[in-house]
């Protein structure tokens, strides 16, 4: 099948909601009605003068990460948004309250971990100091509240939380170093959480794919090649993972579709074996980075996987101004792949669409 794909918009696109479409630019939430082209400005984000102003220039807004990293739908017309530091409930119509305030080291999670109505995210941040590190549930009210802690200098922080529909569990994604990196199986209530594989790269993962034969996962470092890996289960009994498609590069963004397929995306990043003053301005890739491209990748088991798209990364420095990247948004399309554009030429900061002919 042929793929070809095309630009939406110049804005960054947060969400869609039955109503329409949450969209993001320039420090501006816009809403975009239904079978209209049309956006209207619904909330002008809280930031200084300075911040705003920096908001107008996309090298700033990116080295300062000052955008918002993700949202997720909670009903036609309200939705949550992950923005410096905090969570704000927010309505199509203006209202807006904050809900939650992260650590004072984090800015945002990877991504929001829904399973019907609840609503969880992972700590992710630099823990240079090996603290502990929290799983968070919203509660009906909007309060968020501690369901898991793991101990101090057990793991780095949290990827990803993703549920599992065909166990009843959740997974829990954590890196960064050998002995951090692994995929955690918890119970439903999170009593009871155990590794299930830890202590390797090719356990370091950011997207993970449950199916009802077992687990599938991008692996997510600059160090190693990377690939998917699927473990089986049987009986209780889960096998090594094994590799069943080689990446070029990273994996850290990815989504899944109404389908049983899913599309993820490879990031562009830089050596993370160089001393830190260095990492942070090197052009060199990591030992995991074939390319210079973010590619994106399709499918499933059944059908295998396929790259359908590629798109090379800035000029930028890597880290300063962001990997290369796409992010996929939650949005009810199925024939097509809606992502945005990170540190990538021509689409950086913009929404395009990728459709499979």
């Not at 220039?57 to 990460?65: G, K």
């Not at 590794?195 to 090719?202: A, I, R």
């Not at 301005?281 to 590629?310: C, P, Q, S, W």
């Amino acid at each position: 099948m042929e793929t070809t794909w095309d630009m939406v918009s110049d804005c960054k696109l947060l969400c869609s909601l039955g109503s329409g479409r949450v969209w993001y630019h320039g420090g501006n939430i816009f809403f975009q009605k239904k079978e209209t082209d049309k956006m209207v400005r619904t909330h002008r984000l809280p930031a200084s003068w300075r911040k705003r102003l920096m908001m107008k220039c996309r090298a700033l807004e990116r080295m300062l990460r000052l955008e918002p990293r993700l949202a997720l739908p909670l009903d036609d017309t309200s939705f949550l948004l992950s923005y410096q530091g905090n969570i704000f409930w927010m309505d199509v119509t203006g209202a807006c309250r904050l809900e939650h305030v992260y650590r004072a080291d984090m800015n945002n999670p990877l991504s929001f971990c829904r399973c019907g109505q609840r609503v969880l995210y992972g700590e992710y941040f630099g823990n240079g100091n090996q603290e502990e590190v929290c799983i968070y549930e919203r509660g009906k009210l909007g309060n968020w509240e501690k369901r898991y802690v793991f101990p101090s200098g057990a793991i780095l922080h949290i990827h990803q939380i993703v549920y599992d529909k065909f166990r009843n569990c959740f997974w829990i994604l954590t890196g960064d170093a050998d002995h951090q990196s692994g995929v955690w199986m918890a119970d439903d209530s999170f009593l009871h959480v155990t590794p299930l594989f830890l202590g390797k790269q090719m356990y370091r993962s950011c997207f993970l794919m449950p199916m009802e034969q077992g687990v599938a996962y991008a692996t997510d470092t600059p160090l190693e090649p990377n690939g998917i890996y699927f473990a089986r289960e049987h009986d209780g009994v889960w096998s090594e993972p094994k590799l069943v498609y080689d990446m070029p590069g990273p994996c850290i963004y990815g989504r899944s579709f109404s389908d049983g397929t899913y599309v993820m995306a490879t990031s562009v990043e830089p050596d993370a074996s160089l001393p830190s003053y260095r990492y942070r301005l090197t052009k060199r890739l990591g030992k995991g980075v074939m390319d210079r491209y973010t590619h994106v990748i399709r499918g499933n088991l059944e059908t295998g996987f396929e790259e359908i798209a590629r798109f090379e990364k800035d000029r930028f420095r890597m880290l300063l101004f962001q990997f290369g990247n796409l992010q996929f948004p939650e949005t009810g399309e199925e024939r097509e792949v809606l992502c945005t554009g990170q540190s990538l030429k021509k689409i950086d900061g913009k929404t395009i669409r990728i459709t499979r002919n």
